[in-house]
T-cell receptor
Framework: SAVISQKPSRDICQRGTSLTIQCQVDSQVTMMFWYRQQPGQSLTLIATANQGSEATYESGFVIDKFPISRPNLTFSTLTVSNMSPEDSSIYLC?????????????FGDGTRLSIL | QKEVEQDPGPLSVPEGAIVSLNCTYSNSAFQYFMWYRQYSRKGPELLMYTYSSGNKEDGRFTAQVDKSSKYISLFIRDSQPSDSATYLCASRGWGKLQFGAGTQVVVTP
């Protein structure tokens, strides 16, 4: 399966600032996703990163708060904007080679974000 | 109601025992079923991937899907302390992947 690298692996940020998380894959993949994982909770899909077009956001997530880029088939970024303590979480990049949902998703190791 | 329900545990077993993990799902359109293992400070790692009903075995791991009862199971034989992790089940049809909350498993030497 693809090797997925996320940067940074962790960060501590000040309230009101923004942080951009990078996701690099070692091979071209069809689908890239961004998830949030809060302690003791299930993974929540933030958005699907679409190459060459705007990301598709899930209910409760908006582009102004979580702008996403996907310039090619191996790279994506997620920005967490105007951060507040409620944004403290683990952010995970996930990839899949299937357009039809018949391929499994693989995950990076995540970015652990703490907001002071 | 969540689309995939999973007991959060923790589930504690002695080394060598069989670990039995279960999930239920509500959407009859789900066709793809996955189990992930997540160690502390790591991302979820795909363990098993099955389509429709039936059993799939991979080494010490066996995944079972019963679509008639909407029940998903993972069995770990001859459990080892290195199996201590959180196990997440996930399912989908043609839409987004739906995850359970994860079950924490502790295998004691």
């Amino acid at each position: 399966s693809a090797v997925i690298s996320q940067k940074p692996s962790r960060d501590i940020c000040q309230r009101g600032t923004s942080l951009t998380i990078q996701c690099q894959v070692d091979s071209q993949v069809t689908m890239m996703f961004w998830y949030r994982q809060q302690p003791g909770q299930s993974l929540t899909l933030i958005a699907t990163a679409n190459q060459g077009s705007e990301a598709t956001y899930e209910s409760g997530f908006v582009i102004d708060k979580f702008p996403i880029s996907r310039p090619n088939l191996t790279f994506s970024t997620l920005t967490v904007s105007n951060m507040s303590p409620e944004d403290s979480s683990i952010y995970l990049c996930s990839v899949s080679d299937g357009l039809l949902g018949n391929q499994p998703q693989h995950f990076g190791d995540g970015t652990r974000l703490s907001i002071l | 109601q969540k689309e995939v329900e999973q007991d959060p545990g923790p589930l504690s077993v002695p080394e060598g025992a069989i670990v039995s993990l279960n999930c239920t799902y509500s959407n009859s359109a789900f066709q793809y079923f996955m189990w992930y293992r997540q160690y502390s400070r790591k991302g979820p790692e795909l363990l098993m991937y099955t389509y429709s009903s039936g059993n799939k075995e991979d080494g010490r791991f066996t995944a079972q899907v019963d679509k008639s009862s909407k029940y998903i199971s993972l069995f770990i034989r001859d459990s080892q302390p290195s199996d201590s992790a959180t196990y997440l089940c996930a399912s989908r049809g043609w839409g987004k992947l739906q995850f359970g909350a994860g079950t924490q498993v502790v295998v004691t030497p």
